[in-house]
Every structure is written in C-alpha cells, then in structure tokens.
C-alpha cells in the first residue's frame, strides 16, 4: 500500500480515483496531500437498496449456545429486541459450513424426542433444539426474512450420495411449504452449499455444478417467489489449482438454467487470513465479472463478511486476537465494507458474520456471566446504518487524506442516499483516521437549504476499544446540529476520530 509523502513522484502516482479496471464495479476515495475530505454528490442514481441489503449469517451451533434459552424453548426475548431494529433482514440458517453436516429431518418434532447428530468437531453429539420450526418463528419474531442453506455434503466426515441429498432437500422444501400455509415466513433464497470449493472438500467446479443441479431440481417445485443462489469461490486461487474466475465462469455456465444469483464470503483488515478491504473489493469485482461472462444478470451475495483476527489458528496466542472482531476497528471496517458494496453495482446484500454471543471470534452480542445479553460495538455500527437506510444511492466522489496508519489506504469513505421524493437524505462515512475530519460536501440539489442534520456516532480514541467486559464503553452518540447549504451545495460536517457515523438529513426547506 503507497505511503503518503510530501515528494511530487508520489502525488503523480497517487492523485488520481483508483477505479476497478473492471468499470463502475466499485470507485474507491481518491487521495490527496492534504487539505479536507471532499465528497460530492450528483443527482443521479448509481443503484437501489432494499431492507435485504442488511443480513446476519446465523450459525446454528453457536447461536443455540449463546442465544437460545433451554427452559423456555425459544431465542432470549432480549435478542428479539435487538434485531428488530434490523427489519426485513436476512437470516442466513443453519448457517455456514455446519448446513454441509446438518439433517433438518433429526431437528423438527417434539424437541424430547429429537435424536442427537454431531455437527461440529468441536462439541459432542447432540439433539439441535433451534431447528427448522424454531428458526421460522424467530424471523416472524425479528420481522426477517428467511434464508436456508442447503446440505449438498451429508454428515461431518460422513460424504453421502447427491441421490439421497437431493432426496432430503425436496423433502425439507416440502416441510418449509407446509410451514408457509400456517402462516410462517416463506424461504426467500435457497443457498446451494458453502464452501465446498476449499478445505477438506476442495471439490472441482464440475463436482459442485453437478450436485448443485441436482439438488436444486429437487427445491425447484417449491420455490414460488424464491430464487437459488449458487456458491462461489472468492478468492483468486484454491487448492484445486483452478483460477477462481475460472471456477466461477464454469459454475456460472453449468448453473445457467438454476440461478444468475452467487454469494461470496469477504474477511478482511487482518492479515494474513484478511487482506485490507479495498483489496478484496478488488477480487469481488473480479468474481462478478467471471460469473457475468456467462451470466449478463448474475449479482453477488455477500452471504459472510467480518473483520478478520490478525494471524492464524496456528499461532500462539491466536485466540488473543478473536476482540478484534468485535470492537470498534471491526465495526469501522464492517461499515466500511457496507458502504463500499452500496457502491457496487449488481451486489445485493451482506451478512455480518455471526449472529450470536459465545466467547469465540465474531459475536455480535456479548454474554454476561448473569445471563445479560447486549450489543457488541459492530452490532452498534450496523443497526446505525439500518436506521439510516434510504434505497436510492446517488452517484458520488470522494477525495480524502491517508494518514498511512491504518493499512488500507485512504481515512474516510462515504455514500450518500436519498428517496424517490427528493426530501430526504442520508449520509454513511468512516474515519478510519486517527484525527477528526472536517468533510465539505458538494450536493447542488441541495442549494440554499437549511438542513437538520441528526447524526449518529460511533467513535473511540482507542480503536481497540470493545464491550467485552464493560457493556457500555462503545455506543452511539446522538446530535443534531441545523446546516445551511450555500448556493453553490456546499457545507461541512466534522467527524472524529476512529468512527462511524449514520447522519439523516431532515426538514429540507
């Protein structure tokens, strides 16, 4: 990543917007010497959003540990609250690579009379209390929406034939059918697998394509308005020996006829498992465009995203790092990644990963040793977007200092959104900077108006900082401030340091 110096060879080379080669897949900030931060706005649209741009990947195992209360058969009423916030949302169930080991068939009926299955190497067998029916009623609960993954595997170390896969997958679309004359949420999108491209797996794109097809002949009867969605590889190469654009044009084509739809998983800002973000938006652009080569409507899922712990599991120590993914240098770099797919074309939403309250990387809440269930400085980040969301995105540019601190590139990143009336506005920026930023916008439209602005801050001297074992130490910080807009569209809006920062522009006069 350049460093920001004063000499003229390195503005030459760094003053321009580093525009994916790939067209307008996603423009990132454009850096200057210094001065402010730049952001201007025109009135045209770039893309729409919808409340399913939001998403939690809910991996069964852990959430059942953390969020589900035994005694009472259902998920703690705390956390219903929680994601309520968070309305039309996707649920990614059972989650990721444990819906390669779950049978849904053991994790339905009376929860006594549920047989135990090991769906995971790390905990004894035994009997899944939040299953199927349980899952549906919780996304009533929470206002979601419905998303399952599809067992295209067997059981753990336990491969089984994709007859009998297939087999399974039309019975449990039968069971989700039955669900949705009784009122329960219809299953919005039907994943094909998850990661079985890598790993223990590492299964060639003909194996993929070739299960996948068949298992999705088995859903499609019971589909509706559902779509499938197809894994993908997300990164440039796998063991396979297979370039991932490769793999992906392949599944694409042999896919053509099943979905123009395929999810992708990002980690990143925590080498060496996650490259800086801007990097991997890079890669995803690339995806796109490989499953685009033989898909002119294929668009991406981001079906896990998450700020990476630095290092390895091999390392010593490792689990030293896991408050990495959770404080607040996660949730300004899980914003960021929001913001920058608002800014990419043909992406339709992301899901945090993942939904649950354990002691292990990736909570979104935090657990009190008294049963206490509250947010993690992530969750903060994000419900502040959601409450912020507008579904037009208009087409902007920004260009902002590099303090060469942070690893990424560039301090702030922005997008800005609007309504079909024209009367409304929302603003979501970063600092990933380690001093406040003053940022001059440029929204003509907005010329000569008197704004309320009400903003939402998420900020932290320490970026380090976390809820782990003080509930309170990261949380938002509401302001209004009134704004006049001179002729020309221009004012200003100071953020602090190390934040995140969802601001809703009312009463336009």
Not at 259 to 274: I, K, Q, R
Not at 311 to 325: C, L
Request: charged share 15%; glycine share 8%; hydrophobic share 40%.
């Amino acid at each position: 990543m350049l460093n920001i110096r004063s000499s003229l060879s390195v503005v030459v080379l760094i003053l321009f917007v580093h525009a994916i080669a790939l067209g307008q897949c996603n423009v990132q900030p454009e850096i200057k010497i210094r001065g402010d931060t730049n952001i201007t706005v025109q009135d045209s649209i770039y893309r729409t959003l919808t409340p399913q741009f939001f998403g939690f990947n809910l991996e069964l195992i852990e959430f059942q540990n953390s969020l589900w209360n035994t005694e009472g058969g259902s998920v703690e009423s705390g956390v219903i609250k929680l994601l309520q916030r968070f309305p039309g949302a996707i649920y990614r169930y059972p989650g990721g690579t444990v819906a390669n080991h779950f049978d849904w068939s053991a994790a339905i009926g009376p929860i006594s009379a549920r047989r135990s299955q090991q769906i995971v190497g790390y905990q004894e067998p035994k009997a899944v209390q939040f299953g199927p029916s349980e899952y549906l009623r919780f996304v009533k609960q929470t206002g979601g929406t419905a998303w399952y993954v599809l067992n295209l595997y067997g059981a753990l170390n336990t491969p089984n034939t994709s007859q009998n896969l297939a087999k399974s997958a039309g019975n449990l679309a039968a069971f989700f059918d039955s669900e949705r004359s009784k009122g329960m949420p219809a299953i919005y999108r039907w994943e094909l697998g998850n990661e079985l491209d890598r790993g223990s797996y590492s299964w060639p794109a003909s194996k993929y394509a070739s299960v996948a097809t068949e298992v999705a002949n088995a859903v499609k009867p019971f589909l509706h308005e559902a779509k499938l969605v197809s894994m993908s590889q997300d990164w440039a190469h796998t063991s396979t020996n297979t370039f991932g654009v490769d793999y992906n044009s392949y599944i694409a084509a042999a896919l053509s006829q099943v979905t123009t739809e395929f999810a992708s998983h990002l980690y990143y800002d925590g080498a060496p498992w996650g490259l800086p973000l801007p990097k991997l938006i890079k890669q995803l652009c690339k995806n796109l465009s490989s499953v685009q080569s033989a898909s002119q409507n294929g668009s991406l899922w981001i079906t896990e995203h998450g700020r990476a712990p630095l290092g390895t599991p091999a390392d010593p120590g490792w689990k030293n790092n896991w408050p990495q993914t959770a404080g607040q240098a996660a949730a300004i770099s899980a914003a960021d990644m929001m913001i920058s797919i608002a800014q990419t074309q043909q992406t339709n939403g992301a899901f945090i990963h993942s939904l649950h309250g354990t002691k292990g990387p990736w909570p979104l809440f935090h657990k009190r040793t008294d049963g206490v269930i509250y947010p993690s400085a992530v969750y903060w980040a994000l419900v502040l977007l959601r409450e912020t969301l507008l579904d037009k995105v208009l087409v902007s540019a920004i260009s902002t200092l590099n303090d060469a601190k942070n690893g990424v590139g560039y301090d702030i990143n922005a997008v800005v959104m609007t309504n079909d009336k024209r009367n409304q506005y929302s603003i979501w920026l970063i600092n990933r900077g380690s001093t406040a930023s003053t940022n001059k916008f440029l929204v003509p439209i907005l010329a000569g108006k008197r704004l309320l602005i009400k903003a939402a801050i998420l900020s932290s001297n320490d970026p380090k900082s976390n809820n782990y074992s003080e509930q309170y130490k990261i949380s938002p910080l509401r302001k209004e401030v009134y704004v006049d807009v001179n002729q020309f569209g221009e004012f200003e809006f100071v953020v602090p340091a190390y934040s995140v920062n969802a601001l809703k522009i009312h009463n336009i006069e």
